[in-house]
C-alpha cells in the first residue's frame, strides 16, 4: 500500500534554508505536493510538481524529486519566523483526486 | 484561489449524540469532495470520498454508518458522526479539486470535534 513518510521535527535560524525531506511508496502517483498547516488551521496548497519533472522553483521554494529513489524534498529558502509550521508531503494516487499524505514535518524558526 | 468552507469550527457534544459538519465549496462547484480526519500532532488520514449524487466510497477501515455523508448539491458535503464516542473527537477536514481535471484540491479550515 502507499506508505509517504517524513522526518518529525526540523529547527533552523531565520535566515538559513530549511530543506523538508519527503518519501514516497507509489511510483504511479501522478502529482507530489507541499502543504503547510498552522496551529488549528487547515491546509494551505504550497507547490507541486507533476511526476515527469524533476525541479520546481517558485519564489522561495524549491521542490526537488527524484523518481528513481522516490524522494521529493522541500527547501525553503531564507526561512522566517513567519514560515514556522507543520510541512506535509501528499502524493496522488494514480488515477483519482485522493491524496495519500505524509506524516508531517514540524518546522520551527528561532531568532 | 478557491475557496471551501467548514461550519462549524469547533463542536463540543455529549456521547451518544449526532454532529453534523457542512463542507461548502464557495466559489466552484464540486462533484466530488473527500473528508479526513486528524489526530492530534498526527497525520491526516483519508475517511471517504463524497460524491454528489451518489452514494460516498469509504475508505477501508471507516465505518459507512458511523460517519454518514451525503453530497446533495455542488457546493455542499455534510459529514455526520452518529452516535459519538469520545474516541471520535479529531480535527475533521474536507477538501475539493477546483474542477474535474484538476490537479489543485484546497482544503476546507476543519472542524474541531470533542466527544465528552
Known amino acids: 500500500g502507499e506508505d509517504v513518510e517524513q522526518s518529525l521535527f526540523l529547527s533552523v535560524r531565520e535566515g538559513d534554508s530549511s530543506v523538508i525531506n519527503c518519501t514516497y511508496t507509489d511510483s504511479s502517483s501522478t502529482y507530489l505536493y507541499w502543504y503547510k498547516q498552522e496551529p488549528g488551521a487547515g491546509l494551505q496548497l504550497l507547490t507541486y510538481i507533476f511526476s515527469n519533472m524533476d525541479m520546481k522553483q517558485d519564489q522561495r521554494l524549491t521542490v526537488l524529486l527524484n523518481k528513481k529513489d522516490k524522494h521529493l524534498s522541500l527547501r525553503i529558502a531564507d526561512t522566517q519566523t513567519g514560515d514556522s509550521a507543520i510541512y506535509f508531503c501528499?502524493?496522488?494516487?494514480?488515477?483519482?483526486?485522493?491524496?495519500?499524505f505524509g506524516t508531517g514535518t514540524r518546522l520551527q524558526v528561532f531568532p | 484561489g478557491a475557496v471551501v468552507s467548514q461550519h462549524p469550527s469547533w463542536v463540543i457534544c455529549k456521547s451518544g449524540t449526532s454532529v453534523k459538519i457542512e463542507c461548502r465549496s464557495l466559489d466552484f462547484q464540486a462533484t466530488t469532495m473527500f473528508w479526513y480526519r486528524q489526530f492530534p500532532k498526527q497525520s491526516l488520514m483519508l475517511m471517504a470520498t463524497?460524491?454528489?449524487?451518489?452514494?460516498?466510497?469509504?475508505e477501508q477501515g471507516v465505518e459507512k454508518d458511523k460517519f454518514l455523508i451525503n453530497h446533495a448539491s455542488l457546493t455542499l458535503s455534510t459529514l455526520t458522526v452518529t452516535s459519538a464516542h469520545p474516541e471520535d473527537s479529531s480535527f475533521y477536514i474536507c477538501s475539493a479539486p477546483w474542477r474535474e481535471d484538476s490537479y489543485e484540491q484546497y482544503f476546507g479550515p476543519g472542524t474541531r470535534l470533542t466527544v465528552t
Open positions: 501528499a502524493e496522488s494516487i494514480y488515477n483519482t483526486d485522493k491524496l495519500i
Open positions: 463524497s460524491n454528489e449524487g451518489s452514494k460516498a466510497t469509504y
